[in-house]
């Protein structure tokens, strides 16, 4: 019987390992602008989105942003928006990736009340939509088309 790896794997998926951490996310390490930070893997965050205070590390060239912003407790937060990015994630990798720029405070300051490590943003719908994504929560793996 073929494994679900092994016929994702077929199909022109990759694959990426991911961590479960203390407050039950999963965290993933990927590149922006070839820069490799520190991401939580958010599927009902409708857009990926980077920290406020990381915009200089990835190169980011920001823009004000109309839409507010909310989720994990916070809302009506002010945005940017940074379009025209490069996402690598293992050895997926997209041009032209628009991200949501706000203030991360509340997301890390809850992570590290639970000795989980802060985070340069979130990784959300918008890019596992792009990628066609299937999580494998049992073998905390995250398949990518490629």
């Known amino acids: 019987m073929e494994t679900l790896k092994d016929y994702l794997l077929d199909k022109g998926y990759t694959k990426v390992k991911l961590k479960l951490t203390k ?3 999963f965290e993933i390490k990927a590149k922006i602008n070839g820069v490799t930070g520190l991401f939580i893997l958010d599927t009902g965050a409708s857009n990926s989105c980077v920290g406020f205070d990381a915009i200089e590390t990835f190169n980011l060239i920001a823009k004000d942003s ?4 909310a989720g994990a407790g916070a809302t009506d937060m002010l945005t940017q928006v940074s379009k025209k990015n490069t996402l690598k994630i293992g ?3 997209k041009e032209k990736v628009a991200l949501i720029l706000f ?3 509340h997301v890390n300051t809850a992570l590290t009340t639970h000795n989980a490590q802060p985070v340069d943003g979130i990784i959300g719908a918008d890019i596992l939509k792009k990628s066609k994504a299937i999580i494998d929560y049992e073998k905390k793996y995250l398949y990518l088309k490629l």
């Open 91 to 93: 050895k997926w990798k």
């Open 66 to 69: 109309e839409v507010k912003a």
């Open 23 to 25: 407050t039950n996310h």
């Open 103 to 105: 203030n991360l405070t």
